[in-house]
């Protein structure tokens, strides 16, 4: 590891909303349940609902239901995710504190996630972000790292869409591996062309997300998406997998040495509770295992 | 990653030992297939058997009729697991290629896995190494970077133990993590005290063997176990978790431009084989999703 290596990170956990999204629907109460329990591990931001068709969907129905229904914490940013003004409109009738809006690298993705090409998806997310006033806005650029029905995309294409949407006015760019396509090259180009000035958002696909974590820190990075329990993946891409688990993260910082003010024993705890909502074990194996230090039985 | 990367990796394949054993047992048939299409896989080194009890370790009896059924292949090396000397008697009569001997760095681990203390199993691989004449001894240090007993075992208890065995005749060590315990820092602090000259046999109980086969990797390590699917683990260790996958490492080394001569269509045809015989699938997410470059379809 290099000296590069951040003190801190800044993890955004996305769990009620792209770690659910894929599951049967959970009621009001118990995603507000999960959000609670999040809100208790110590992380700063949580993306907890997404305003999206219903009938495209389904778990993320109600979303300004959940809203209404959660206490604010204080030093809690709770994001929702919108795809068009509209949902924007929504989103900030329900008070939240930040829009998250997805542009995809992939046209052949992008048409199928959304119904628009990749610009008139960028045309929205400007329209969004002059719509979110001070409300921050964080563009994620899905697909970043390769397609599932183009393959490889250029990393120019991508640091050129990232410069779009800053001047567009959002404040914040995430790279997506929408499918787990990242490797470490990848990563180390993807980095070097947008200057490290990114958040990552990973999918474990192929089993590849902690160590693209970890070669994303050696690099210097410190904002990472992830969700409780490892759940997710986007039901518009073929075999996405679910994201970088949130316990699996912060195992692996908590031994680095890397400050997160996320308690893990709290994200296990909410894990425990994730699964028992969707009523599947989750796919994280540190939840299943239980940290290195905290025992297998002493026999 | 630094300048250290090798350019070569040899991988010892274990997934018919250490992958089956936890496993119902397969017949003699079914297992010498297994071997086969490992060895069509272009890999070099294969633990196809252990001369164990087949009352402890039901998946493992019928050793010798493995051997006596498997055509060898040239530019193969088949090794055997004998936990004592008559162990390495019946191998060295089948005519294996390898003895393959553990010691364990936690005097609880040796007690439940081989009944013996450390310094018995130490004092049993000098026997062993005695009776190999020619044939190669590589002995294996378990519970190398933690115990689910003891927890963390010095670095340097580690060292002295390989030290010993080399004295004693092993050829080489191949350092275990026999229940996924290890950290980039464990990692850092082992091969910084072996010297660099040793082997890795990593578990993926956390979620972290493919990690920490990078981190390894980055200090230039080129020796890795690892098992067909990510099948394994120890039925003496609580919790152990599957094995680092074959088709995992050879996927991230050919993304790293990293020779192996391992082939990764064949290892994931050798995964479909085995989750076939076992019935079950197995935990590779490589095996499960394919390689990156391989195609989801167009659609």
Redesign the interface.
């Known amino acids: 590891?290099t000296s590069a290596v951040p003190t801190t990170v800044r993890i955004r956990e996305v769990g009620p909303r792209d770690g659910l999204q894929g599951e049967s629907p959970l009621s009001v109460t118990d995603r507000v349940r999960l959000i609670e329990a999040l809100a208790a591990t110590g992380v700063a931001d949580i993306e907890a609902v997404a305003f999206v068709s219903p009938r495209a969907v389904p778990a993320m129905a109600q979303a300004g239901d959940v809203l209404a229904a959660l206490p604010r914490r204080p030093g809690v940013r709770y994001w929702a995710l919108v795809p068009n003004v509209r949902g924007a409109e929504l989103a900030l009738a329900a008070a939240v504190d930040g829009l998250t809006v997805t542009v995809s690298a992939s046209e052949?993705y992008s048409g199928k996630n959304v119904a628009m090409s990749v610009q008139e998806s960028v045309a929205e997310a400007g329209r969004i972000a002059a719509r979110a006033g001070s409300v921050a806005v964080n563009a994620v650029i899905s697909c970043a790292f390769?397609s599932?029905?183009?393959?490889d995309i250029e990393a120019s294409v991508v640091e050129g869409l990232a410069g779009q949407l800053l001047d567009g006015g959002a404040n914040t760019i995430t790279l997506a591996d929408t499918?787990?396509?990242a490797?470490?090259?990848r990563i180390d180009a993807l980095l070097i062309a947008t200057g490290n000035a990114v958040g990552l958002h990973l999918h474990?696909?192929?089993?590849?997300a902690?160590?693209n974590a970890?070669?994303a820190l050696g690099r210097g990075l410190s904002q990472f998406d992830c969700a409780v329990g490892g759940l997710g993946g986007s039901p518009f891409a073929?075999?996405a997998?679910g994201n970088l688990?949130t316990e699996?993260l912060v195992?692996?910082l908590d031994?680095?040495g890397v400050e997160t003010g996320v308690d893990l024993r709290s994200v296990l705890d909410a894990s425990a509770l994730v699964a028992a909502l969707v009523g599947h074990p989750v796919p994280?194996?540190?939840a299943q295992?239980?940290?290195?230090?905290s025992?297998?039985?002493?026999?």
């Open positions: 590891m052949a390769g599932p029905f183009e393959g499918t787990g396509m490797t470490p090259s474990d696909t192929r089993g590849t902690l160590l970890y070669v073929p075999g997998g688990a699996d195992y692996l031994e680095l994280s194996r540190v295992a239980g940290p290195r230090r025992g297998h039985a002493v026999v």
